[in-house]
Structures are given as structure tokens and as C-alpha cells.
């Protein structure tokens, strides 16, 4: 990366990112983009890397400079790392930003090789901090950190979901391992629910306490030594059928960040999290999930004065961004849908040639 | 009875809580209730400043106003702990 600024002021960077399917369950690719496009101090060049033909930002020319298609996680670290050495071949890509729960282990692990050998940089937790915040030990992880988590079971088996029944209290929530929940107010529902997500999303399933509350999100960056760079509280307003959030609305709620920055400070969280939490009628704040990317509305935090994508980039090329303290509240996002027209030839392209 | 810490109303009555999210719209009467709530007015303060406003008896005031206020503690736009009916 040359670090001398160009004719408009700016540091030119190469900034590869995925999660390009902007849909009714958007990927934070799109959103994480516009962020960087936002930039004052950053010249950006976008490589989009996709998963499939269909990904709308793949025809986002306005956003999206050059876009590649790179392996399923599934492939493995092997395939995804000879896809990114042809990519770096044609490409300078300074900085990668991953945006899916499904990549990021493939991520993780090659991120040593991808710096050593190509010079890509990465800002992501290790694999134990990955893996310490996963749903289905997430209330040890609570413990350990300080954070009310909802107790739960984590059941491989009929038989042991049934056990967990036993000792459970309705309504109780049954979760997938990755997406999916469902309240049960009985036992006959929780049975329903169990073998739909297992159906869905495979085994383990989750037996969880309910928490009755409002759900409250925060979008938070740590710097890997206990910093706290940015974070932005948020309510959702309208979500759609998949839970996902249509409409939020940046709220002030001084409790909820003094939460969120001790943990990201106690865990030494490095790289974007989204935190979502239930808040009970009493003012209690239980802790649901840890996701360990951006969340999809994280271009809500550029519109409150907090850029936590640009100070990703600043962290992963070794600088020191200063602490953003201050956000407005009472920002509101609102998604809208709307449809690209594209020629068949871009289609054809992206499908056959795996470039765009 | 004290309205919550950094409630926000526009001069069209719209209401905006900044610790939930929420926001609500209220009609010119309302918005005065809460402006006088702003003030630190009390329930009886309140009702001595709408009686010259409105030609009605004091009784239906005090109705109406008891249920407004019942409402905003509902929405948690009036402190938990101040709001009428709490503990």
C-alpha cells in the first residue's frame, strides 16, 4: 500500500470484502462498504468476493470496483488460499474484511499466511476467542467475563433433549447452532421446534431459558488489547419475518456501554462484534449472542459519527485509532429493496469466468 | 411524578425516548401536559393550568388527566417509580 496520499488527499487502499448478498437477510458486506466509501482519509479500491452469481453487490458498480467468486467454506483453508493467490496475482489487496460466521474459522486460520505471503492483513480474534463466545458455550463464556447469559443445554440427541425438558422451565427457546429459534410454551412445541431447526441447521441443538424483554443490539470494534475503539447501541423498530432488523434506531442507554466495553476490554476482544442483549423489565441485560463480524446495520454506526469499518482497516495496517466515545442517538436506519437491471453478458461472466 | 431524563418533544407533539427508541405523536393538548410535566409540575399544578382551557368540569379533567398520565407511565415516559399507580 503506498502511504503517501494521492491528488484527492487520500491514502490509496485495496480493501477485499465478502458478504455481498444484500437480501431480506442482508451479509454486512454491502453496509461495510459504503462505510469504507465514506472515508475522508481513505481512497478505496472494493474487491467483492462472492459465493454466488446471485449476490447483489456483485452488480453494485457504484460500490464495488472488481469482484471475484471465491470457494464455499466447505472447499477448506486449501482451496480458499489458492483462490486468494490468483487474486493477489491480478489484485494489491492491502486490507481483507470477512463478514460471514461460516468463513471466518477459514479466515482465522489462514490469516498468518495470507500477511506472511501476500501481504493481506486481517484484524480478527484468534480461534480460542472465536470459538470461547460460541452460542453453545456462551454462558461460560458470561461467567467469565462478567455478563448475564440465559442458561442453556446444548443436546446432540433426542434423548437428551428430552432430559433438558425435564429441567426446564416454559416458555423455553430452542435454537439452532447457527441460525433459528423458537419459543416453546410446552413440551409438544418444543418437540416441533427441536426437530425442525436440527432438520434445518443439524445438531447440536440449544435448550434455552426465555428471558422476557426488549432486544437491544450493540456494534462494537476492540483492538485486541482490552480498547473498546467504537460502539453504537441500537433498537430494532420493525424486523422481518427472518428476525432480521427492517428499521432500528440508535438509543442512549449509558448502562448497556459501560456493559459492552467491559467486555470487550475482559475478553481483549480483536476486530468487529455485534452484541445482542435482552433487556428485562427490571433493568437487568442478558447477553444472547456475540457474533463475531459487523452486524448487516453497522452502516447505521457511520450515521451516528462512529466509522468502525474505516478504523478496522486503521487497525489492521498496524495503526492506533483513537477511541470513538461519541455517537448521535435518535439516528434511524431504514432498508428499502430495489431491483438491479443487469445484462445477461454480466451474469454469464460472473458465472463462467468467476469475475466481474 | 417526574417525566423521564431526556425525553424529547417537537413543537408537532412528536415524542422521541432515547433509552428505548420509542417515539409517539400527541395532540396540542398532550404536548402541553408534558411540557408542564417538564416544568416539574404536579398532578394538581397540571389540572389548575388546563381548567381555564377547556370548558368542562373539573372532575372529567382530572379523569382525563389521570388516564394521560396512567398512559405516559405505561410507555415509560414518566419515571418508573413516580409514575401514578407505581409502588
Known sequence: ?356 | MKISQNIAISENGFLFNPATGDSFSTNDTGKEIVRLLQEGKNQAQILDAMEGLFATDRASLEKDLADFLYMLGNYRILDANTAPGSL
Not at chain 1, 454462558?139 to 440465559?150: F, I, R, S
Not at chain 1, 433426542?158 to 435454537?175: G, Q
Not at chain 1, 432488523?245 to 459501560?258: F, K, N, Q, T
Not at chain 1, 489492521?316 to 438491479?340: C, T, W
Open chain 1, 1 to 356: 500500500m503506498k502511504s503517501t496520499p494521492n491528488a484527492s488527499g487520500r491514502i490509496p487502499c485495496t480493501v477485499a470484502v465478502s458478504g455481498l448478498n444484500n437480501v431480506d437477510s442482508p451479509g454486512p458486506g454491502m453496509p461495510v462498504i459504503r462505510a469504507l466509501r465514506q472515508s475522508h482519509r481513505y481512497d478505496f479500491r472494493i474487491v467483492g468476493l462472492s459465493y454466488d452469481s446471485l449476490e447483489p453487490g456483485l452488480y453494485m458498480h457504484d460500490l464495488v470496483d472488481k469482484s471475484y467468486q471465491v470457494p464455499l467454506p466447505s472447499a477448506g483453508t486449501g482451496a480458499l488460499m489458492e483462490r486468494l493467490r490468483y487474486l493477489q496475482s491480478v489484485e494489491n489487496i492491502d486490507v481483507l474484511i470477512p463478514n460471514f460466521d461460516a468463513e471466518l474459522h477459514n479466515f482465522i486460520r489462514l490469516a498468518p499466511t495470507l500477511e506472511s505471503e501476500l501481504g493481506i492483513r486481517t484484524f480478527l480474534p484468534s480461534l480460542q476467542e472465536f470459538d470461547a463466545r460460541h452460542k453453545a458455550v456462551l454462558h461460560e463464556y458470561g461467567q467469565l467475563h462478567g455478563v448475564k447469559v440465559p442458561v442453556a443445554s446444548t443436546v446432540f440427541t433426542i434423548n437428551e433433549f428430552h432430559r433438558a425438558l425435564d429441567v426446564s422451565v416454559y416458555p423455553l427457546v430452542v435454537k439452532g447452532k447457527y441460525y433459528d429459534a423458537q419459543i416453546a410454551h410446552s413440551a409438544d412445541e418444543a418437540l416441533s421446534a427441536f426437530y425442525k431447526i436440527s432438520a434445518k441447521w443439524g445438531l447440536p441443538v440449544l435448550v434455552q431459558q426465555y428471558v422476557r424483554g426488549t432486544e437491544v443490539n450493540v456494534t462494537a470494534l476492540g483492538d485486541g488489547a482490552g480498547k473498546c475503539i467504537g460502539a453504537v447501541p441500537m433498537r430494532k423498530l420493525y424486523i422481518t419475518d427472518k428476525g432480521k432488523a427492517w428499521a432500528g434506531v440508535s438509543i442512549e442507554d449509558p448502562e448497556l456501554m459501560r456493559l459492552s466495553a467491559a467486555l470487550v476490554a475482559s475478553a481483549r476482544w480483536k476486530g468487529p462484534c455485534e452484541l445482542e442483549y435482552m433487556r428485562t423489565e427490571d433493568g437487568e441485560y442478558y447477553l444472547m449472542e456475540m457474533n463475531p463480524r459487523f452486524p448487516a446495520w453497522v452502516y447505521l454506526a457511520v450515521g451516528c459519527g462512529q466509522n468502525h469499518p474505516e478504523a478496522l482497516v486503521d487497525l489492521a495496517l498496524g495503526q492506533k485509532p483513537p477511541a470513538m466515545n461519541d455517537y448521535e442517538v435518535g439516528k434511524m436506519f431504514i432498508r428499502y429493496s430495489q431491483d438491479l437491471v443487469v445484462s445477461m453478458q454480466e451474469f454469464e461472466k460472473i458465472s463462467t469466468l468467476g469475475e466481474l
